[in-house]
């Protein structure tokens, strides 16, 4: 929810507005009878919104991006709805936008095309026609178009088949084009500070050698950045080929090395050099899928994100995304995705999200970002600083309350990464604990806090696209960080000034009733009450501030 700042909110009142097109006109409603002028003209809004009910929130323990919805009782006194309704013609599954805008002295603030837009979505199970109740009066639900998360990732043409006559039959036949991400196995820094090569790539023979023909071996599905590709056989006999492009006949391009008889990696239809019945690879001089959104390879997540977002088919922040990029793709994430079955968004939650310090949820403009900015930053800057009181202008409303228990924490976390082809093992290790004992241990001041407080809590995770030790050890520390502690919450009434503060922005808060000084809180929710705020706010018994 982008805001207006205290100067703006101070004296004024915030009209909240609806409208939709419906039966060949745009219907207009808000909380206060308001014109908006606007570069079309004036629009007028008829005070006819009765009561409403929006929150704005973020989940720090999980991702529900449909976790957001309004509600709301309008009057219609501009139709009758009923002999609408009889005729067919209903305002159910109408697209609707939500948004505010300031007034002071009854004199809107802003032009239409500065409103804040805090919603869209469509009006769902519309309530009307109660005999109890105004005649013109109907209750309406807006919510996020249905989220279909059943996109596929990959290119259901895009396998190999008869376009690819001399195809090896017993190994290559019918699988997925992969697609690769990074340069995954090439030049792994290990924890002795030496670097370690692991064929991590699938490759395919997509057509076998003959008299004339060298074998082909098929690397990625489409255009990639590295130069060069170290093909190894299950006799684990490697050589070092140079990538080729080709087209696959139906405007594919796709990227791939040949191999003769003199080389000594076994090749199909060829005895010279043995058998084998997989190959894999890794490949230098670059990496795998050009990056759409900057230069060389894709492997930084907040690219990922992006690319995956865009390729699942939902509406997306894309602008909230980039804004965030430069944290994320601190982040690099490689390896291959061959399984033509998984949708872009499972493949996106089971494999990057989780190992970023972000929530995501949806906005008006789509699927966005949340960071969590005390578990992202090393040093988290505050947005303000505010005094919990019953004399102040924020006012504790609730007990403080527990959202992730003693029961639930983790403060010793190991992350298996760097995954090998062939035997499909894990290669690498990184431990975060509180003493280190093994060469893969990396000591966090939060892990000695917790382990001293709440005793040893381990956890174990593996990852198929980590191959950096950098992100390893980043994704390792962000995790015993984001859940060694209870989390713990109040709600608070704020006054209309504070409306500029955002859902996520992080708060020194001084609370003399519950012995807290300069304390960070983070807002995770935040509601309008009629006259104020409610603001849920979230925090840690951390004294590393």
């Known amino acids: 929810m982008l805001g207006f700042t205290s100067k703006e909110l101070m004296g004024s009142t915030p009209v909240f507005c609806v409208e939709f097109e419906w039966g060949g006109r745009v219907h207009r409603y808000a909380t206060h009878n308001i014109t908006l002028q606007s570069n079309g003209g004036p629009l007028h809004y008829l005070p006819s919104i009765m009561e409403f009910d929006f929150v704005e929130s973020a989940d720090l323990t999980s991702i529900n991006v449909e976790a957001n919805i309004v509600s709301m009782g309008l009057i219609m006194d501009d139709v009758d709805l009923l002999e609408r309704w009889s005729q067919g013609d209903t305002i159910e599954g109408l697209d609707a936008e939500f948004f505010y805008v300031l007034m002071r002295y009854d004199v809107a603030q802003q032009d239409f095309e500065d409103r804040v837009v805090l919603y869209r979505g469509q009006i769902q199970e519309p ?25 596929l990732l990959m290119d259901s043409n895009k396998y190999i088949d008869t376009r690819f006559p001399d195809r090896h039959i017993d190994t290559s036949d019918g699988k997925p084009y992969p697609i690769i991400l990074g340069s995954a196995g090439g030049l792994i820094r290990t924890t002795a500070g030496t670097t370690k090569n692991i064929h991590a790539l699938p490759s395919y023979c997509v057509h076998t050698h003959d008299a004339s023909n060298d074998a082909r071996f098929m690397v990625a599905g489409h255009p990639i950045t590295a130069t060069s590709a170290v093909i190894q056989d299950d006799k684990y006999d490697t050589d070092t080929k140079t990538i080729q492009f080709d087209d696959d006949g139906r405007g594919n391009i796709y990227a791939y090395i040949e191999l003769d008889t003199s080389d000594d990696v076994a090749i199909p239809n060829s005895t010279v050099n043995g058998e084998s019945r997989e190959w894999w690879v890794y490949v230098t001089g670059g990496g795998g899928l050009v990056n759409p959104f900057g230069e060389g390879d894709l492997q930084g997540a907040g690219d990922i994100c992006r690319w995956a977002l865009q390729r699942s088919g ?46 995501v949820r949806m906005g008006p403009k789509g699927l966005r970002p949340v960071l969590i900015q005390m578990w992202a930053l090393t040093h988290v800057t505050s947005m303000a600083s505010i005094t919990v009181d019953d004399d102040s202008n924020v006012t504790q409303v609730s007990p403080i309350n527990t959202i992730r228990s003693t029961s639930q924490l983790m ?3 190991t992350l298996r990464w760097g995954k090998r082809g062939f035997d499909q093992e894990y290669t690498s290790m990184v431990r975060v604990t509180n003493i280190k004992s093994e060469d893969y241990d990396v000591v966090s001041d939060y892990s000695i806090l917790s382990v001293n407080r709440y005793g040893v809590k381990p956890m174990a995770m593996d990852s198929d696209y980590i191959y950096d030790r950098d992100t390893a050890i980043k994704v390792s520390m962000d995790m015993v960080r984001s859940r060694c502690l209870p989390i713990n919450t109040i709600e608070v009434d704020v006054d209309m000034e504070l409306g500029w503060l955002q859902v996520g922005d992080v708060l020194d808060v001084t609370a003399p009733k519950i012995y807290l000084t300069n304390h960070k809180m983070i807002i995770i929710s935040k509601r309008w009450r009629g006259t104020h705020w409610r603001w849920e706010l979230a925090f840690e018994m951390n004294p590393r501030q």
């Open 127 to 151: 309530q009307f026609g109660d005999p109890n109740q105004f005649h013109q009066l109907v209750s309406i639900s807006i919510e996020a178009q249905p989220y279909d998360s059943n996109r």
């Open 314 to 359: 939902q509406i997306i922040d894309d602008g909230a995304w980039a804004n965030l990029a430069p944290i994320l793709n601190q982040y690099n994430f490689e390896g291959y995705i061959n399984d033509p079955k998984i949708t872009a968004w499972s493949w996106l939650n089971g494999n990057i999200l989780p190992f970023l310090p972000i929530t």
């Open 411 to 413: 403060n010793q976390f």
